[in-house]
């Protein structure tokens, strides 16, 4: 608590103003949380600054692996916390509502530590490249490692938009790039690796097969939904005499789950089969909505028999 008194922090003042001008109601429950966690850390840090830090001597020789979880939730001053909270609100606001609260959770979650481990090999990777022991003690605090992630992901889900960095419109799909240059030196104190580790980590999820592995180590859980999967076209079926309650039909169930290229295929070969077979049915049975897989090969004399009859009957 002591770097917290004997002056008044701006920064936080301006933050909550900024957060009541949103309003708390407009504000989705985990960026709402990660908001508060923050501020309130920055008010009752657990550890000085130095104690919370995350560097490859302090994470990697040390093996103080708890710096992964406090580093991200920790600020150096109230303009630090500031910058990075309204970023993370508006970032929030976006992302949290297109992947829904669950999954957003536990994106922050797991890009938080994994950032941390990210920036540590790169640190490593300096030491050996640059041969200067001195990016081992380099130490790091902020959440801004996450929110570059985060803006990758931002960008990922809504392409084609426009970032006014410096003056300067810049194309979504570079913006971070030119962000991650443009505060190193305005702010030649930010640590860039920090910067540089978020992106990866947002290029591992959009580009790489971060996503896959998160999914897979949900096992499955009924609450952790795929935030890519369309939603239901209609959730029920009610008002009106002789409408009954059904299950209701999602994209999937249409499409039998097949992607667009497999779509495209099994569309060419189900035309094949109906100008082969004349669009009949079989057994009397209507075909389901969607794909339509031939129930069984039929012998070239059976083919050559449907074939004349179908002539026959022209």
């Not at 290229?261 to 082969?276: G, H, M, P, T």
Request: a positive charge; charged letters at 20%.
């Amino acid at each position: 608590m002591q770097r917290r008194q004997g002056r008044v922090n701006a920064g936080l003042l301006l933050l909550l103003y900024q957060i009541s001008q949103v309003g708390l109601q407009n504000i989705p429950s985990v960026t709402l949380g990660v908001l508060a966690l923050n501020i309130f850390l920055f008010l009752n840090p657990v550890r000085p600054l130095s104690e919370v830090c995350i560097s490859v001597n302090e994470g990697f020789y040390r093996k103080n692996w708890q710096r992964l979880l406090l580093s991200p939730v920790h600020h150096a001053d109230d303009w630090h916390l500031y910058y990075n909270m309204i970023s993370m609100l508006w970032k929030g606001i976006m992302l949290e509502k297109k992947l829904k609260s669950i999954w957003f959770a536990y994106i922050i979650a797991v890009f938080s530590v994994l950032i941390g481990v990210v920036y540590m090999v790169l640190e490593f990777m300096l030491v050996k490249i640059l041969d200067d022991p001195s990016y081992e003690m380099h130490c790091a605090v902020g959440f801004s490692g996450v929110l570059f992630a985060l803006k990758v992901l931002n960008n990922h889900y809504n392409p084609g938009r426009v970032s006014s960095i410096l003056g300067l419109q810049i194309s979504s799909k570079y913006a971070c790039w030119v962000e991650l240059v443009a505060i190193h030196l305005i702010s030649p104190g930010t640590s860039f690796a920090g910067h540089l580790a978020g992106i990866l980590v947002g290029l591992m999820y959009t580009m790489g097969p971060l996503k896959k592995i998160m999914k897979a180590c949900t096992g499955g859980l009924s609450s952790f939904t795929d935030p890519a999967r369309p939603q239901d076209y209609y959730s029920e079926y009610y008002g009106y005499p002789g409408y009954q309650y059904r299950t209701p039909r999602s994209y999937y169930d249409y499409t039998g789950g097949l992607t667009e290229e497999e779509q495209l295929e099994r569309a060419v070969l189900n035309s094949l089969n109906e100008r082969d077979f004349g669009g009949a049915t079989y057994n009397n049975e209507r075909r389901p909505y969607g794909f339509w897989f031939a129930p069984e090969q039929h012998s070239e004399e059976e083919i050559r028999r449907q074939r004349l009859l179908r002539f026959q009957r022209r």
